[in-house]
């Protein structure tokens, strides 16, 4: 199951607007359960200046964490947006999560090749269920045209990467 919710922030100042994105995601866990599904993306949130705090968002994640343990669903983070656009930020929620909480690391989703090489292999580091090889289209050579994609892979290979390729 994938978050695409807009405008939730797991890190919103304001408790009660924060708990309200947080019951959103409650509900979006127990519908993942209902259909059996393993694991659940969640966005770390669309950034609100100066509602960006990562201590915060840490704590989020481990709550979500643990109700998606008792529902038999994985949390995964996606170097997507925001916090979460920062593979060591991703790696630091990890981390302190500890249990039920891995990565999914997304080709496409880097601002630079610099940032992908230096990224992917962070986010492999935490990968266990699945990868999104996105790339934007073909050059016409018919090589992806954004980007060097057999770096990629190999840096997945490398890896020793045990899940699924979307």
Not at 9 to 31: G, H
Not at 76 to 81: A, M
Not at 129 to 152: I, M, N
């Amino acid at each position: 199951m994938s978050d695409n919710m807009k405008g939730v922030n797991l890190a919103k100042a304001d408790a009660s607007k924060r708990e309200e994105d947080f019951q959103r995601f409650v509900a979006l866990i127990n519908t993942t359960s209902r259909l059996g599904i393993p694991t659940m993306r969640v966005n770390t949130g669309t950034p609100e200046k100066p509602d960006w705090d990562l201590g915060t968002t840490i704590d989020q994640f481990k709550k979500l964490a643990n109700l998606g343990k008792s529902k038999g669903v994985e949390i995964i983070i996606e170097n997507h947006f925001g916090i979460s656009a920062d593979p060591l930020k991703v790696e630091k929620i990890i981390l302190a999560v500890g249990d039920n909480i891995s990565s999914c690391p997304d080709f496409g989703l880097f601002k630079s090749e610099q940032e992908r090489q230096a990224g992917l292999p962070v986010m492999f580091k935490h990968a266990r269920r699945v990868c999104s090889a996105k790339f934007h289209g073909f050059t016409p050579e018919g090589k992806p045209k954004d980007f060097d994609l057999q770096s990629c892979y190999k840096t997945m290979k490398d890896s020793n990467y045990p899940g699924w390729i979307s």
